[in-house]
């Protein structure tokens, strides 16, 4: 592994507590910048961030608190609704978070005074991953430890529960077959449903497990990653149902698995929080050994910027951003 790809974080931000859950915004929000949300134990702080590499006036990173939500309890789990813009008022924020009372709350607000909080139950254990229809968004889709994927409308109506044989990890929505969804379980298989006929269509196999974390690649939806023990694991969906590529990642077991939505052969891993050899790494397809690793201890979370190489982790007190210069 060569010393040149040990990299500083590019850009840090300093923010409130310990950073748990952080995420970017997928979806064109017509703003200048990107929306960002990051929670951690008792709230959730949105703002738009700007980077050198998008606006020359930028010098590094600029980050502008939009809202602070109160969060009854420590943040698991966040994903952004399409529905949210700043591009015409009335201004709207909407995401979903779970939380340790295995709810899921959706978080509303225009930015001035009209705030609203839905709170749905069902699940009977830890909620590890949610998703939004990516589309009109007035959907929800979310795994648990209760060996279920559930799918809710915006009134919290349960509209369709797949019974899992293992803990549900990660969830994906097809980004335009949006009756397409993909849920991966603990034991290490990831299965595909129709949202229509509610059955299987497609299931691909780690042969071996746990599975922590896995991800849909939505520039190419062939492409399938995953992080299972210390491995990550890429698979092509339309060749076999067991992974083209496997390569071990990090000493100890690794934690989460993203692709870039920048470029579909790049893709970032994490290690378990709060241990030095838990980095992040950022790996390409088309190499080896990994592009970059990142220095700092990782805390929690992991996400890729819409349109940049960029990824970004949280930390105790800071959000960590790292450009891949690809």
């Given at each position: 592994m060569?010393?040149?790809?040990?990299?500083?974080?590019?850009?840090?931000?300093?923010?409130?507590?310990?950073?748990?859950?952080v995420e970017f915004s997928p979806f064109d929000n017509g703003t200048a910048g990107s929306l960002l949300a990051y929670g951690g134990n008792q709230l959730v702080v949105v703002g738009s961030v700007r980077f050198q590499e998008e606006d020359l006036e930028v010098e590094g990173v600029e980050f502008t608190t939009l809202q602070i939500f109160s969060h009854t309890l420590r943040v698991d789990a966040l994903a952004w609704s399409p529905e949210s813009h700043l591009d015409k008022l009335p201004q709207l924020i909407r995401f979903c978070t779970a939380a340790a009372d295995f709810k899921l709350r959706v978080l509303s607000s225009d930015l001035?005074?009209?705030?609203?909080?839905k709170v749905f139950g069902g699940h009977t254990s830890f909620i590890n991953h949610l998703v939004y229809e990516p589309t009109e968004g007035q959907q929800i889709a979310s795994v648990s430890d209760d060996h279920t994927c559930r799918v809710w409308d915006l009134q919290g109506n349960e509209?369709?529960?797949?019974?899992l044989r293992s803990p549900g990890i990660s969830v994906c929505w097809h980004p335009e077959e949006v009756f397409k969804l993909m849920v991966a379980e603990k034991r290490g298989t990831i299965r595909f449903y129709d949202l229509v006929t509610r059955q299987a269509i497609l299931s691909l196999d780690c042969g071996q497990s746990p599975l922590m974390?896995?991800?849909?690649?939505?520039?190419?939806?062939?492409?399938?990653?995953?992080?299972v023990g210390s491995d990550w694991l890429i698979w092509d969906i339309t060749r076999s149902s067991y992974p083209q590529e496997k390569r071990p990642a990090h000493v100890g077991r690794a934690r989460l698995f993203k692709w870039s939505r920048a470029n579909e052969n790049l893709f970032s891993?994490?290690?378990?929080?709060?241990?030095?050899?838990?980095?992040?790494?950022?790996?390409?397809?088309?190499?080896p050994q990994p592009v970059m690793i990142g220095s700092a201890m990782v805390g929690a979370g992991l996400s890729w910027h819409r349109t940049l190489p960029?990824?970004?982790?949280?930390?105790?007190?800071?959000?960590?951003?790292?450009m891949t210069e690809m």
């Amino acid at each position: 592994m060569q010393d040149d790809s040990r990299r500083s974080a590019s850009y840090t931000v300093p923010c409130e507590g310990y950073v748990d859950v952080v995420e970017f915004s997928p979806f064109d929000n017509g703003t200048a910048g990107s929306l960002l949300a990051y929670g951690g134990n008792q709230l959730v702080v949105v703002g738009s961030v700007r980077f050198q590499e998008e606006d020359l006036e930028v010098e590094g990173v600029e980050f502008t608190t939009l809202q602070i939500f109160s969060h009854t309890l420590r943040v698991d789990a966040l994903a952004w609704s399409p529905e949210s813009h700043l591009d015409k008022l009335p201004q709207l924020i909407r995401f979903c978070t779970a939380a340790a009372d295995f709810k899921l709350r959706v978080l509303s607000s225009d930015l001035q005074n009209k705030h609203e909080v839905k709170v749905f139950g069902g699940h009977t254990s830890f909620i590890n991953h949610l998703v939004y229809e990516p589309t009109e968004g007035q959907q929800i889709a979310s795994v648990s430890d209760d060996h279920t994927c559930r799918v809710w409308d915006l009134q919290g109506n349960e509209t369709t529960s797949f019974r899992l044989r293992s803990p549900g990890i990660s969830v994906c929505w097809h980004p335009e077959e949006v009756f397409k969804l993909m849920v991966a379980e603990k034991r290490g298989t990831i299965r595909f449903y129709d949202l229509v006929t509610r059955q299987a269509i497609l299931s691909l196999d780690c042969g071996q497990s746990p599975l922590m974390s896995a991800d849909w690649c939505l520039t190419n939806t062939i492409k399938v990653g995953a992080v299972v023990g210390s491995d990550w694991l890429i698979w092509d969906i339309t060749r076999s149902s067991y992974p083209q590529e496997k390569r071990p990642a990090h000493v100890g077991r690794a934690r989460l698995f993203k692709w870039s939505r920048a470029n579909e052969n790049l893709f970032s891993t994490t290690g378990c929080p709060g241990k030095i050899s838990s980095q992040l790494l950022v790996h390409h397809l088309g190499h080896p050994q990994p592009v970059m690793i990142g220095s700092a201890m990782v805390g929690a979370g992991l996400s890729w910027h819409r349109t940049l190489p960029l990824c970004v982790i949280g930390g105790d007190r800071k959000l960590f951003f790292w450009m891949t210069e690809m």
